[in-house]
């Protein structure tokens, strides 16, 4: 009885070359630290997705079927490509589990024809596994993994703490429950933001890579000079009109998660 576990994890079709990455919604946020995130597992990809088929034209469905015409590792990790897939994950971020699948029904998640077989990818963990008709043998050249548990455990991590009542006592800037009043015209708006835009800039370094998920556009000029335009003013308002047909109650306008007009940077 005791040998009989071992065959279990064999069952499915084609086992991970590279196990999920934790951290997918922290590294989403900025473009180098998405390059870090995907860089090992595209490097894999690429290098199998061309050494099986001697092809390197193929789509990427993030990109709405776009050819990977430089090669699979310099697409993943183009700005355009995590411009594409930040516009489609973040107004409903999947969670770390919900992430973690390989579900080709998911739209994070691709597949790619290969001699016997799929390369299947997981555009958000990073995941790869290729699964082979003749039962899922694959190349050596696998990265080594950590198992399943720890990674398990790691992901839910997240999870765990965030029903925790912490969040009030951590606000750098408190709730302004004039937000409507000012939205009304673009002077009483730059007052409003200044504020918080400068506490954006003094705690988070990387504020001139991220996007801002109203705008969809990178906040180059400076998180206080994007949070206090027009623009990005103009932006709110209009998905505001798109979800609302009045705006939120103080209640609910002061939630801080769980609200697409809530936005996360840096670590989760």
Known sequence: ???????????????????????????????????????????????????????????????????????TLDHLRSKGHWTELWKKVSRSMPSPEQGAQMDLKLPWVQ??????GLAIFNHLTAALKLELGSGGSYSSTCIPVTPAAPVASAMQ??????????????????????????AKDSNSWWRHMEGPGQAVEENLSSHRSCLCKMCEAEMKEGAKAHLTSQDHREALMSQLKCMCNAPPPPEVASKMEGVYWVQRFGPL
């Open 157 to 182: 991590a997240p999870v765990a703490k965030a029903p925790a009542s912490a969040p009030v006592q951590s606000l750098i800037v408190e709730h302004k429950m004039d937000w409507f009043e000012a």
């Open 111 to 116: 597949s790619w024809e290969i001699p016997g």
């Open 1 to 71: 009885t005791a040998q009989q576990p071992a065959p279990a994890p064999a069952a499915p079709s084609g086992d991970l070359l590279v196990e999920h990455k934790p951290g997918f919604q922290a590294a989403i946020q900025a473009i180098d630290g998405w390059k870090k995130h995907v860089e090992p597992s595209a490097t894999l990809l690429d290098d199998e997705l061309g050494k099986r088929t001697n092809r390197w034209d193929h789509p990427c469905s993030v990109c709405d079927g776009k050819a990977m015409t430089r090669g």
